[in-house]
């Protein structure tokens, strides 16, 4: 069954502590995106990466880290120098080339503070 | 700077009753445009995008470059329309997206 696993589905981060959400696809896809979710804000773009080895900050990096060594796989890293990670996560990939290929969501993951 | 506005945070219609889910955009390119939608408990997935020129599941949607909207339509909305839709842009030949702050449609019967 194709498409994306993101896990865990609920994590709790403490004070000072760096946490690493999961993000796997067997789609075969290219590009890979993680998004940060708040109420009433929409989805906003934390880094994306289009191909293995390589990826670029998007709209709200500062506090956020990723590595993609794998083309399934994109973990995010969300680091102490985050000041308010609370939020619903999103993962996606996108196949192909050009802007008109649509993006493949996971189940998201919700990050709250102890 | 690239933007979406979805003016609407909540859009209440009847069963059977017309609906229009509003989306504006800013940009100074050629864009593309997508309506993605998340249903209860179901993941955010795409509904539709301009350059199909498609009707999924009876929802339209036009670019109007004049205006700069891409508004979503429905001449008879279902109480299975019932989503959050999130109206998203990108830039020719670039495939990140910017959503919109989304619109929660709720039918009622």
């Known amino acids: 069954d194709g498409g994306i696993t993101q896990s865990p589905k609920y994590l709790f981060r403490k004070e000072g502590q760096n946490v690493t959400l999961s993000c796997e696809q067997n789609?075969?896809?290219?590009?890979m995106y993680w998004y940060r979710q708040d109420p009433g804000q929409g989805l906003r773009l934390i880094y994306y990466s289009q191909i293995v080895n390589d990826f670029q900050k998007g709209d709200i990096a500062e506090g956020y880290s990723v590595s993609r060594e794998k083309k399934e796989s994109f973990p995010l890293t969300v680091t102490s120098a985050q000041k308010n990670p609370t939020a619903f996560y999103l993962c996606?990939?996108?196949?192909?080339?050009?802007?008109?290929?649509?993006?493949?969501f996971g189940d998201g993951t919700r990050l709250s503070i102890l | 700077a690239q933007r979406v506005t979805q003016p609407e945070k909540l859009l209440s219609v009847f069963k059977g009753a017309p609906v229009e889910l509003k989306c504006n955009y800013s940009y100074s390119g050629s864009p593309e445009l997508f309506w993605y939608v998340q249903y209860s408990r179901q993941r955010l997935q795409l509904l539709l995008r301009h350059i199909s020129r498609e009707s999924i599941k009876g929802f339209t949607a036009d670019l109007n470059k004049g205006e700069t909207s891409f508004h979503l339509k429905k001449p008879f909305a279902q109480e299975e329309d019932s989503a959050m839709y999130y109206c998203a842009l990108s830039s020719t030949g670039f495939q990140k997206l910017v959503f919109g702050t989304g619109t929660r449609l709720l039918v009622s019967p």
């Open positions: 996606a990939s996108s196949g192909g080339t050009g802007g008109s290929q649509p993006q493949h």
């Open positions: 789609l075969n896809h290219d590009a």
